[in-house]
């Protein structure tokens, strides 16, 4: 009576979790923050410069840039283009945004702080139509749960269709709005997209793995309620501002929750398939399954919690939140697979074993019968030949990991976060060829009034600056120059105009020369911008590898020793892992720099592959090493390596080809970010479950014998 209460009531849990996870799911796009700014640390000099900007204008603004040109963009404007483009913006306040309610800003000019106005370049072929909207009302939510910044965006872009229809200009809608905008699109694709080709690509797996039309349609659906059960969580807290979530971390949630769900999946399916061969009662066999699997899957779990919780070390919201994010997204996976998997296994009953079929497993104890087919001779023969397996594998690893070095990890500019063409990235450089780029966003510099000259005369002594001006309340593109300068508390604000672009690395470059030029003059000045937030957001990223990196080995060291019992053993997996990430990074180089030519990474994208493969390329390892000790407890060590090896082999290797491939599915997303992950988590998984777990950790235990449990020793039951 209890028992089936307690199975009642987890059965209606699980479906709650569906119900209302599922919603979040779909909603978890609203509590995002895709804003680069907001996760820098509140110590960085562009954050406190930000804070300063504050006093200086009546609020924070969000640039919209419209550039209008001649349908070929290097030919002369067309007689009467500027009438043409001036008419066009006196619709635009009006303009209805898509998607608003009861309560929202209804139109565009509803969110601008001043009326647009055109400029005309200097060479005569382009128009450039500079507009500001109110930072806090462009990140609302409107009634479609789309934010106002993409709504008026939207708005811009499908009015300029119509406007310009029948002339022969052509126009584009870029700045930091646009760019926005189009990053939102771009994940838009997580939530639909993402995972029906994460689920699909492991549907195809399972089928030829289990050869049956039933059991993975189960593993799937056990991995959808995990994934339910996360983003019901996450959405809570994001939306209670416990948690900063972010396109990324999204995407990166969906694939860790599905590839965790169904290695556990694989791992406890194939242990109850092998129980099944033993004892007749399905209920029986599930029991004994679930024990043996409890210990590897819980200290895998507990592996890649550890190593993504270290990010919370990190000096940016964006890595630190997702150290949280994806741990819940680990522990979701895990109760899902100890809870609602076995139920659904056991469903038939006495049945159960047809869920198998056409392979349904009969009760046969004769071991001569429990054969392991090309794992028993792999095993034979990585026996065989142990210490040439684990010396040839090593070379092999070494010589991948010596390109480690030619990675590039110094960022990108933000037109080279896209894989395909958008509007914004297209207008930013037709806008670059026709005004000076550094105008569009110029770098700020707050300094004590009595500094503001030296400041000046310091700045435009850079390379890369074009000029430095005191602050007098006028925009940039109002043509009303002069003026006496805003002075708030006996401080200045110097804007400062590079020649390229804020969002380049050049202009990044500029601002870094900027700062240590100023800080000569005036130490106590603050410099600050677009650039310089981009500037503190790559060197946190670089401190953040300094520091987590070594914290995330010594916690998982930690782990398998007390996993393993053993010191010796843990050291040689944590090295056999650290190599093997060291040869992904490396190969990753090669097809970066030399075959996908891309143009560098974000200091990012290293401390996430090593985060993910640290943590769940050990987790290969635990699971041989904990059937092969258990083995060992009976038959030694060097018997126990083969007949671990034997029977892990195939249920281990799945499980890796599964993880590679739902992280090789974030390559859908058209980022250059999530590529990059894509490529390195995936390649670098086929390596630790193809090769260090299959070659060098068994042939190098082999080898070792019984000294690898040192300092314990293997006590063989009779």
């Not at 969000?62 to 007689?79: F, R, Y």
């Not at 139109?107 to 005309?120: F, H, Q």
């Not at 009953?349 to 028993?376: C, I, M, N």
């Not at 401390?607 to 904990?626: E, K, N, P």
Request: charged residues 15%; negative net charge.
């Amino acid at each position: 009576m209890v028992r089936g209460l307690a199975i009642l009531v987890l059965v209606a849990g699980w479906l709650a979790v569906g119900a209302f996870g599922g919603m979040s799911q779909g909603r978890l796009s609203q509590v995002q923050t895709n804003d680069s700014a907001a996760f820098l640390p509140s110590s960085a000099e562009s954050t406190r410069a930000a804070q300063e900007a504050e006093a200086f204008t009546e609020g924070q603004a969000l640039p919209v840039l419209v550039v209008i040109t001649a349908d070929d963009a290097d030919a002369a404007l067309p007689a009467g283009a500027m009438a043409t483009a001036s008419a066009a913006i006196e619709g635009w306040p009006a303009l209805a945004l898509p998607g608003a309610g009861a309560g929202d800003p209804a139109t565009v000019g509803d969110v601008l702080t001043a009326d647009p106005v055109v400029v005309p370049s200097e060479d005569g072929e382009a128009l450039l139509v500079p507009l500001s909207l109110d930072a806090e009302q462009a990140d609302a939510i409107l009634a479609n749960d789309e934010r106002v910044t993409g709504a008026v965006v939207e708005a811009l872009r499908d009015a300029l269709a119509e406007d310009l229809d029948g002339t022969s200009l052509q126009s584009w809608v870029t700045g930091p709005a646009g760019f926005v905008a189009d990053l939102v699109t771009a994940f838009g694709g997580i939530d639909g997209v993402l995972l029906l080709v994460a689920l699909g690509a492991v549907l195809v797996i399972l089928v030829l793995v289990y050869r049956s039309p039933f059991l993975p349609f189960l593993v799937i659906l056990n991995a959808v309620f995990a994934l339910c059960a996360a983003a019901l969580v996450v959405y809570h807290l994001a939306d209670a501002g416990v948690l900063t979530l972010n396109g990324q971390a999204q995407g990166i949630l969906s694939i860790l929750v599905v590839g965790a769900s169904v290695d556990y999946a694989l791992l406890i399916v194939a242990r109850y398939r092998e129980e099944l061969r033993l004892v007749e009662s399905p209920g029986a066999a599930m029991r004994t399954a679930l024990r043996a699997s409890l210990e590897p899957i819980s200290a895998s779990a507990g592996t890649v919690i550890a190593g993504l919780l270290c990010l919370l070390l990190s000096d940016l919201a964006s890595n630190r939140s997702l150290g949280p994010v994806g741990a819940i997204g680990i522990v979701a996976a895990y109760l899902a697979s100890f809870s609602l998997l076995p139920l659904m296994l056991l469903m038939l009953g006495k049945r159960s074993r047809g869920l198998f079929w056409p392979r349904r497993p009969v009760v046969d104890t004769d071991p001569a019968h429990t054969g392991h087919g090309v794992w028993e001779k792999l095993a034979s023969r990585v026996g065989r030949r142990d210490r040439r397996v684990w010396i040839g594998t090593t070379v092999v690893l070494l010589v991948a990991a010596a390109f480690l070095p030619t990675f590039q990890a110094q960022g990108t500019s933000q037109s080279d976060v896209f894989r395909t063409q958008v509007d914004s990235v297209d207008g930013e450089k037709v806008l670059a060829e026709h005004f000076p780029a550094g105008v569009v966003q110029p770098s700020t510099v707050f300094v004590d009034q009595g500094e503001s000259d030296a400041v000046i005369a310091a700045a435009e002594d850079v390379d890369g600056v074009l000029s430095a001006a005191v602050y007098t309340g006028s925009s940039s593109f109002s043509g009303q120059a002069g003026g006496e300068a805003v002075v708030v508390d006996g401080r200045v604000r110097v804007d400062v105009t590079t020649e390229a672009g804020a969002d380049t690395t050049a202009g990044v470059a500029a601002v870094e020369r900027l700062r240590t030029a100023v800080h000569e003059v005036a130490p106590d000045a603050l410099v600050g911008g677009a650039a310089a937030e981009t500037l503190d957001a790559q060197d946190a990223g670089t401190r953040d590898l300094r520091v987590i990196v070594p914290v995330v080995l010594v916690v998982i060291l930690l782990i398998l020793m007390l996993l393993l019992r053993s010191v010796l053993a843990a050291v040689l997996l944590m090295l056999a892992n650290v190599l093997s990430f060291a040869a992904a990074l490396g190969v990753s180089a090669i097809v970066f720099n030399h075959v996908l030519d891309y143009p560098g990474a974000d200091p990012a994208v290293p401390l996430y592959a090593f985060t993910f493969l640290i943590a769940l390329g050990v987790d290969y390892s635990i699971f041989l090493m904990t059937r092969v000790r258990e083995e060992s407890l009976r038959v030694g060590t060097r018997e126990g390596v083969r007949r671990g090896l034997a029977v892990t082999g195939g249920v281990i290797t799945s499980a890796g080809v599964v993880l590679a491939m739902t992280f090789a599915a974030l390559g859908v997303i058209p980022l250059l970010f999530l590529a990059q992950l894509a490529f390195i988590v995936a390649f670098g998984v086929l390596v630790d479950t193809l090769v260090v777990r299959n070659l060098l950790v068994p042939a190098l235990v082999h080898d070792l014998g019984d000294r690898v449990w040192w300092p314990s020793k293997i006590a063989r039951r009779s």
